[in-house]
């Protein structure tokens, strides 16, 4: 974390943005290239502060089980809850 009266010139600011951007671009790419080999795949998006005992966290998982059965990858963002 920088400090607040530190001042960063806007050029370095700039490249560091670009350089995020340019890992966040790989990084995408890369996902894609490893998800091309699955042609039927479902992404689940929602909350990872969704607990077990949740309604929801119970249907999307059961969902999840029906569809990966029906023969599709799940898509998850690998934490807790429902993502």
Do not use: W
Request: hydrophobic letters at 35%; charged letters at 20%; proline letters at 2%.
């Amino acid at each position: 974390m920088t400090p607040k009266n530190v001042c960063i010139p806007r050029e370095l600011q700039l490249q560091a943005a670009m350089f995020r951007l340019g890992n966040v671009d790989e990084e995408i790419h890369a996902g894609y290239e490893i998800l091309q080999k699955y042609h039927k795949t479902v992404t689940f998006f929602g909350s990872a502060r969704i607990s077990k005992d949740n309604e929801y966290y119970q249907k999307a998982k059961d969902l999840a089980f029906q569809l990966a059965k029906a023969g599709y990858t799940i898509i998850t963002g690998g934490g807790g809850g429902i993502m």
